[in-house]
RNA sequence: GUGGUUUUAGCUCAGUUGGUUAGAGCGCCUGAUUGUGGUUCAGGAGGUCGUGGGUUCGAGCCCCAUAUUCCACCCCA
């Protein structure tokens, strides 16, 4: 047969996955430093966990599977007839492979109630699986990287959110980055003020279009999603939204002043912006964007999204508070906050920029020649020692010719190689040839280490 | 889920209105060089042209189906 693998799910080789791990390792070390734990949970999920909680669309990506043994054997027969896929769904599948990271989180905390200290601080970095169409940066099987904080209201968790994104972007080399920031309580108080809260998303995806149809294609639009021209005007604040953050706040906290939960809403980045004033930045740029709205439907308070500005890339992170969310597994009463990277695409984003460190890469530091069998037997104590003292070290396993030992040591990237032959041996000094230069120098064991290490 | 696109040597790709034995570059193997890679030279191996049907005297090329790649929409990391 034919080898393949599924649709929107890839292969890594030895240098892939030393990139990834340089990724993974960068992200974690600024998850840790900001006093986040991890955790893994299992790949799959009961199905019941997962369905619901990411809206209609997002229940049609669950990569669902198959229950064990004779899987239709149960199945009610007027279902089955049915031909309706949605209906047995339930019958035949009850287990099914995570989605993200935020919902199994939850399931976790309301399981582990009473052994976790609140407010519980984790990260965690494994795969998820959608049954998406591939296409740029969009992978059927990809990692998410996660740090999510419950059981605090503070928005210092907020700020420092924008705190961990842009240190981890930062230290990964990325120079122009955008973290997008809004509220949803802003969201419903602009819905507030016209009255129609289930016309929001219509709105915002209106409004976002702004710059690319100008104004009246956007009031042309919103009319034509059900607008009236009253509702429009009370809109035009927020569509002609611009200048600095600042600016933005002063023209909501106008528009919005007939609504409390606006209100609260603007408060709250507010307050976001002022702890923030007191950490500094790197290269990342904050800015309020009311048309951020994302798909997902458990969002209560801040939204996050990142955008990198130097690719052409859908959003390589987000995030945002969810005050209900292990409300759905009986736990009431539990706020969380955070926030994911999207590794996959911040790899994409890199190889683009070049940004991955040819130190990521190298494996092996020497390889030791081998010969014959004289000198095989030789070099076994040395590549034992060299090891020993903590340097990566092969002894070539066939005593093939030269030629192709040093070939091998080229494609391999390997930077040093010593020779032993019959001259070697009898003086106890090896050849160690720098790959790079070409340099050769006769050195004993000792004078090597001091110099591999 | 909708629309489009790609698929030919290990890799990147040519291949004329359908016409004899399908090509190039790179890589790989062998030798020049029995103890020296990355440069050079000579030679060599490697293809069911994604898969399955169909049209035709004849298909890499035309038609249908299917898989796959990439792209846009929707949504998303």
């Not at 955790?39 to 669902?64: R, V």
């Not at 021209?229 to 809109?235: G, R, S, V």
């Not at 964007?289 to 439907?297: M, P, Q």
């Not at 409300?327 to 906050?337: C, N, Q, S």
Request: proline share 3%; with cysteine; hydrophobic share 40%.
């Amino acid at each position: 047969m034919k080898p393949g693998i599924p649709k929107g799910t890839r292969d890594f080789s030895p240098v892939e996955v030393a990139r990834r791990t340089y990724i993974f390792d960068t992200i974690k070390t600024v998850f840790r430093k900001f006093g986040y734990q991890p955790i893994e949970t299992p790949t799959m999920e009961n199905l019941s966990t997962l369905t619901g909680k990411y809206g209609e669309e997002g229940d049609q990506l669950i990569f669902k599977i198959l229950n064990s043994g004779d899987y239709l054997a149960k199945a009610d027969e007027q279902k089955l007839s049915a031909r309706n896929s949605k209906l047995v769904t339930f019958q035949i599948s009850e287990k099914a492979l995570r989605y993200d990271l935020t919902v199994p989180f939850a399931r976790y905390v309301v399981m582990h109630q009473n052994d976790i200290a609140m407010p519980f601080k984790r990260y965690q970095v494994q795969p998820v699986w959608r049954a998406d169409r591939p296409q740029k940066g969009r992978y059927r099987e990809f990692y998410q990287c996660d740090v999510d904080v419950v059981g605090s209201e503070s928005l210092l968790n907020e700020a420092e959110f924008i705190c961990i994104y842009d240190e981890a972007l930062s230290n990964l080399g990325l120079k122009d980055f955008t973290i997008k920031i809004n509220n949803r309580k802003i969201l419903s108080g602009i819905a507030d003020i016209i009255g129609k809260p289930e016309l929001i998303v219509d709105m915002t995806v209106a409004i976002d279009k702004l710059d690319k149809i100008g104004y009246d294609g956007v009031t042309k639009e919103l009319a034509e999603k059900g607008f009236t021209a009253t509702d429009i005007e009370k809109l035009r604040p927020f569509i002609e939204l611009s200048g600095t953050n600042t600016d933005k706040l002063d023209v909501m906290k106008q528009a919005l002043a007939a609504s409390e939960i606006g209100k609260k809403g603007i408060e709250e980045i507010e307050t976001i912006f002022e702890y923030l004033s007191s950490f500094e930045l790197n290269n990342a740029k904050v800015e309020l964007d009311i048309t951020l709205a994302r798909g997902l439907n458990y969002y209560t308070g801040a939204i996050f999204e990142v955008k990198s500005n130097e690719v052409q890339m859908g959003s390589i992170g987000g995030g945002g508070r969810y005050d209900d969310l292990t409300g759905m597994f009986g736990l009431k009463g539990v706020t969380g906050a955070g926030i994911s990277f999207g590794a996959d695409r911040i790899y994409d984003v890199m190889l683009e920029l070049n940004l991955f460190p040819d130190s990521a890469t190298v494996s092996t530091q020497v390889l030791i020649t081998n010969f014959d069998k004289l000198a095989e037997k030789y070099a076994l104590p040395v590549v034992a020692k060299l090891r020993k003292e903590g340097i990566s070290s092969e002894l070539y396993p066939a005593s093939a010719k030269l030629q192709k030992q040093m070939k091998y040591a080229d494609a391999k990237n390997i930077p040093f190689v010593v020779l032993i032959g019959d001259e070697e041996m009898k003086s106890g000094k090896l050849t160690l040839k720098n790959m790079h230069s070409g340099d050769q120098e006769q050195l004993d064991i000792d004078e090597i280490i001091a110099k591999l290490k």
